[in-house]
């Protein structure tokens, strides 16, 4: 009998909190950005296009197995592997990492996985395009020319003097510095991003240590025997 009245009280309880929240929201005061004049107000944990280290990938397969929509290809040469010392993966060449976001739905899921956490969800939330291939974003071809995020069609081409984007309108300084920070973010990787479509060797395995002088090599035997 204690359980029946106690089921009931919880979930009167749970109920009332969650209408507290509802109504607090209901009659709060409705703020409207002026988007694209205002920068859009992105939260924390923001699920945005994707932010890719292509000098960190070792093409493993882990993001692309835990997609649920399977909207992530990768292709590779060789074997690729981490160097823990520089942080940069080494051996096949990084042939292709694409992300066709028609399908992602920005779950999250493939960044979990990541052994090298070379995947990331960005701050990227406009992407549109005018058909369906160019919904499809080529990481590797974006690190080829020093980008590790896509950038939007009217974001292309902006002049830092005069903040003119693709089609020679005006831009908004949120978008123009934006850009400046996406590139400048890069910047210092370029190089390794680069040597990650080439064919490296990979990196030495550790060598064994030595045992110290005078120590017993000898394994330990078990009582008994």
Wanted: aromatic residues 8%; proline residues 8%; positive net charge.
């Amino acid at each position: 009998m204690s359980t029946y009245f106690r089921n009931i009280y919880s979930t009167i309880r749970t109920v009332l909190i969650g209408m507290h929240i509802t109504l607090r929201y209901c009659f709060a005061k409705t703020i409207c950005v002026q988007y694209p004049d205002v920068a859009p107000t992105i939260q924390p944990r923001f699920r945005g296009f994707h932010w890719f280290e292509v000098q960190k990938c070792i093409a493993c397969d882990q993001c692309a197995k835990a997609c649920p929509v399977d909207c992530i290809y990768i292709e590779k040469t060789a074997a690729r592997k981490l160097d823990k010392a520089s942080g940069v993966a080494m051996g096949g060449a990084m042939v292709r990492y694409a992300i066709d976001y028609s399908k992602c739905m920005f779950c999250g899921l493939c960044t979990s996985p990541c052994p090298t956490e070379c995947i990331h969800m960005g701050n990227l939330h406009d992407l549109s395009g005018y058909d369906r291939e160019s919904m499809i974003v080529e990481f590797v071809e974006l690190a080829k020319q020093g980008l590790q995020t896509p950038q939007p069609a009217w974001m292309h081409g902006v002049n830092r003097t005069n903040q003119l984007g693709a089609y020679g309108e005006q831009i908004p300084e949120w978008a123009a510095q934006t850009k400046v920070a996406w590139e400048e973010s890069a910047r210092p990787h370029r190089e390794v991003m680069l040597k990650a479509m080439t064919e490296q060797k990979p990196p030495p395995k550790p060598k064994p240590a030595k045992p110290a002088a005078g120590t017993d090599e000898t394994p330990p035997t078990k009582a008994g025997s």
